[in-house]
């Protein structure tokens, strides 16, 4: 079996990459390597120029946050709070300055009101806002989100948006990965598409978005929006519905 | 290391003509195996033993999987080994120990690698056994892998939050378990719940005997396999007989 295999990237500080692909492209394989949870057996892996393989998930986790897919694989402690303490204690932070960050970490995810909540019992677009908000609060420099839209219903998809948003009006590098393109169509991140262990595609995602015959290949949709705009001759492509309605409105 | 051992005894689908018996036999040919490494008593008769398992484990195509198992089961082997020694039975005795626990072994796995938890169910049914019992049982064995793929990803995503599991003393080690097990226990348990009420939804329980797709049929591959293992067995064990004399 090969998992991944001829990968190519290279992601700078303070971008915003999305990754896409279908089921068994290599997306989650690769994330994985990132934290050094997997190392290559060959090939290289840089976090920061400095090999994975010198490593541990420990050391890489600090600067690679990585939100899984599945919260539930994540939540065990007794409070929301607890849980946004539980990693901040395993990275050394004095008790003081945890739960400063704690605290800052529920302010900005706007999570206040779920603090003394149990994790298990949060919906699960709570249950997303508070793994992302358990990674942030030891403020890693890259955030990386495993299929953040999975389960999750129209308004929590929003309001992921709007966090991912926030981390990159505060200049943080972000990598998603998703097969959901109706969610990462509004981001307009620079856009790989992987297939088999490869990257098929690293563009725009103007460019990779309006390409159908590769999304299709790769097993992806386009985005009803820029289907849509190429029915209308429009380019570039409508970014949100709000941007369609005024342009159909003036028509 | 367990993960290790779900891997071994998880079933795929292959075809070989091991896996296409009917899993009653392929229960024979285990069982035949497994008194053949229980009555065994030195090196020789175990050597007799283990090319018996290697024979059906080389026709299943499933030599490399019973290797995983066995390698999990050599952990526990070299304990009893030492285990023995410590106690005086001296090394070749200890030798014979734990030789014998690891074809005992081989032979059971060689059951699970080659039947599918519907043959199994199968098998269960044929034997009258209670339906829930049967239905139970199967169930936590189709489960194995899959509890088995939710506690990597525990372990992934916790190892991502800075837990070390290998770090620190026997009771810090214990405690850096806690946040594996809570998920894996509360997943496990909403799965359960989750699987009854579908079960439930499509009927089950709805009549006493319900009846079956599938009814288990020798063929006549099957009773080639069952002549060919009666007889296998019979001249093992007597030449067993022979090889304790000498």
């Known amino acids: 079996m090969v998992a991944l295999d001829d990968v190519s990237l290279e992601v700078d500080k303070g971008e915003v990459l999305a990754i896409v692909g279908g089921n068994g492209a290599g997306k989650t394989t690769l994330l994985k390597h990132l934290n050094g949870l997997l190392k290559p057996t060959s090939g290289s892996v840089k976090v920061f120029g400095k090999e994975t393989k010198e490593q541990s998930v420990a050391e890489l986790s600090r600067k690679i946050g990585l939100v899984f897919q599945n919260s539930d694989h994540q939540l065990f402690s007794e409070t929301a709070e607890s849980e946004v303490l539980f990693g901040l204690k395993n990275f050394g932070f004095s008790e003081a300055d945890a739960v400063r960050r704690a605290g800052e970490v529920f302010s900005y995810f706007g999570l206040d009101s779920l603090r003394q909540r149990a994790p298990l019992t949060l919906s699960g677009g709570e249950k997303k806002r508070l793994c992302i908000a358990a990674v942030m609060a030891w403020n890693p420099e890259v955030l990386v989100l495993d299929e953040p839209t999975v389960g999750q219903d129209y308004l929590s998809k929003g309001r992921i948006l709007d966090t991912i948003r926030q981390l990159v009006a505060a200049e943080k590098t972000v990598l998603v990965v998703s097969h959901d393109l109706e969610f990462l169509w509004p981001l307009d991140a620079r856009t790989v598409v992987m297939m088999g262990g490869k990257v098929v595609a690293d563009g725009d995602s103007q460019t990779v978005f309006s390409d159908s015959p590769l999304l299709e290949g790769a097993g992806l949709k386009q985005p009803q929006l820029v289907t849509i705009s190429k029915l209308f001759g429009r380019s570039p492509s409508f970014r949100d519905v709000s941007d369609a309605a005024n342009w159909l409105s003036r028509r | ?246």
Do not use: C
């Open chain 2, 1 to 246: 290391m367990a993960h290790l051992l779900a891997d071994g005894l998880r079933f795929r689908h292959q075809d070989t003509m091991i896996h296409r018996l009917d899993p009653r036999i392929k229960l024979l040919i285990s069982i035949a195996l497994f008194s053949v490494a229980l009555l065994s008593s030195n090196l020789s008769q175990l050597a007799v033993a283990f090319g018996a398992i290697i024979v059906p484990a080389a026709l299943a195509r499933s030599l490399r999987r019973l290797g995983k198992v066995m390698s999990v089961s050599l952990t526990f082997a070299v304990f009893i080994f030492i285990i023995n020694l410590v106690f005086g039975y001296g090394f070749l005795k200890s030798a014979t120990l734990t030789l014998r626990f690891m074809a005992i072994v081989a032979s059971t796995s060689l059951f699970f690698v080659t039947t599918s938890p519907d043959e199994l169910e199968y098998v269960m049914r044929w034997f009258r056994l209670p339906r829930d019992f049967v239905f139970a049982f199967v169930t936590a064995v189709r489960f194995v892998p899959v509890l088995m793929l939710d506690l990597t990803q525990i372990i992934d995503a916790q190892k991502s939050r800075g837990l070390e599991l290998d770090r620190g003393g026997p009771v810090k080690r214990l405690r850096n378990l806690i946040p594996v097990l809570i998920p894996l226990i509360v997943n496990a348990l909403v799965r359960s719940g989750e699987l009854a009420e579908a079960m439930e939804s499509r009927g089950y329980g709805a009549v006493k005997k319900p009846t079956s797709l599938y009814t288990l049929r020798l063929a006549s591959r099957d009773y080639a396999a069952l002549s060919m293992t009666v007889a296998a067995w019979a001249s093992i064990l007597l030449s067993f007989g022979v090889l304790a004399q000498t």
